[in-house]
């Protein structure tokens, strides 16, 4: 047993990790066709056999158009369920980490080069129509979103609730909604992507009535036991847009909506360089939405190592800490933060029990 706060239990509904780490998500443009495949099983198994608590997928969309690229994993056709059930049975079968599918639309980012040829806009023979609720191009050399309708928004709706059935079906603990990033949801969210003159823009009110929207069709079809989490960029860097008192805000509307977790990130709402900031730079939007809107939290951003996790989890900072770019350098950290933090019974996947042994050489 230990009292390092990194390796202490959390618990949401029906889902308890066994520490506070999770594994940030992060688009591969690996899938063809949304079907994710071999370097989805060893990406995320990887994290699993690595300790990480919970194993957070890629952004995966509910739509064939609400891919970013043409490599991007989706949960939009009934061939998905078995691609992913795959992946989420060797994470149950192979170690106690818990694995959440992170649910999205693209929106006005969508129809994109892989970010390994730079990201940019399709050429028009693949390119795709795009859609977002206003008809407000991402960058200058963005594709123009068609402003959506109720018809679209309806169609959406469904297919998150689709979606959703379909993770139950892949055996996924907890979904993560992507309302962050400036894609389909978070566009709604900033008044810099929503300028609609409807009930689903203006006031905050209005614009969080998607999301909630899409939110409350997840609920509907998902099990009562198992949570679900929603990211959001808790402040746009950019002047007129999401300011951290919104996002606290934010976490009020969806904790009374039934929200189990809000995972607090910022930025990439517009093509605006955002300043280059250094540390924990987003944990104290995390640490405000927290203590303020009362909602369990996630922290994300420069999380580097076990004692700042410490930190964080005993400060009443984050309730998880996600970690993107270093789970990519050490899929393996939480069995180094183990070990650098003197937790003995940590334990290692049995076939690589002989780990546990290994005494490095500096
Ligand atoms: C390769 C890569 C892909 C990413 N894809 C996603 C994604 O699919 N969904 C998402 O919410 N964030 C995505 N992110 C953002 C990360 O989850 C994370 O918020 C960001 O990298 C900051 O965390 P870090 O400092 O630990 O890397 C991605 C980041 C990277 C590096």
């Excluded at 997928?57 to 891919?67: F, H, L, N, Q």
């Excluded at 998905?80 to 929106?107: E, N, Y």
């Excluded at 300028?195 to 409350?216: A, I, W």
């Excluded at 995390?286 to 939290?297: F, H, Q």
Aim: aromatic share 8%; with cysteine; proline share 6%.
């Amino acid at each position: 047993m230990t009292d390092a706060p990194m390796f202490t239990p959390f618990t949401l509904r029906g889902m308890t990790l066994k520490n506070r780490l999770a594994m940030s998500p992060m688009c591969q443009y690996s899938a063809e066709d949304g079907t994710a495949n071999d370097w989805h099983l060893v990406h995320l198994g990887s994290r699993a056999m690595g300790g990480t608590g919970l194993i957070i997928t890629e952004m995966t969309d509910i739509s064939p158009e609400g891919r970013i690229s043409e490599g991007c994993a989706g949960m939009y056709k009934p061939e998905h369920v078995a691609a992913w059930k795959r992946v989420v049975d060797f994470v149950h079968s192979q170690s106690d980490a818990k694995i959440a599918i992170q649910l999205a639309h693209a929106g006005r980012k969508a129809s994109c080069m892989f970010a390994w040829e730079g990201g940019g806009p399709l050429p028009a023979e693949r390119a795709w129509e795009i859609i977002a609720p206003s008809a407000i191009p991402f960058s200058a050399d963005s594709q123009t979103p068609r402003e959506m309708n109720r018809a679209d928004m309806d169609r959406l709706i469904e297919a998150f609730a689709q979606g959703t059935r379909w993770a139950e079906e892949a055996g996924f603990d907890m979904i993560e909604i992507h309302g962050g990033h400036g894609y389909l949801i978070s566009s709604f969210i900033s008044p810099l992507s929503n300028t609609r003159t409807d009930e689903y823009g203006g006031s905050l009110e209005n614009r969080m009535r998607f999301p909630l929207e899409v939110f409350h069709a997840i609920r509907a079809n998902w099990p009562d036991d198992k949570p679900i989490s929603m990211r959001i960029s808790a402040y746009d860097w950019v002047e007129g847009g999401t300011e951290v008192d919104d996002a606290v805000e934010i976490g009020r509307m969806m904790k009374a909506a039934g929200l189990d977790i809000l995972d607090v990130s910022s930025g990439n709402v517009t093509d605006d360089v955002r300043p280059r900031v250094e540390g924990l730079f987003q944990t104290p939007f995390s640490e405000r939405v927290r203590a303020e809107a009362g909602i369990p939290t996630m922290t994300v951003g420069n999380v580097g190592g076990p004692e700042q996790i410490n930190e964080v989890i005993a400060g009443g900072r984050a309730d998880l800490c996600c970690m993107a770019k270093g789970q990519l350098f050490d899929p393996y950290f939480a069995h180094h933060a183990a070990r650098s933090l003197g937790v003995e019974d940590y334990k290692w996947p049995k076939q690589y029990a002989a780990a546990g042994f290994f005494k490095p050489v500096d």
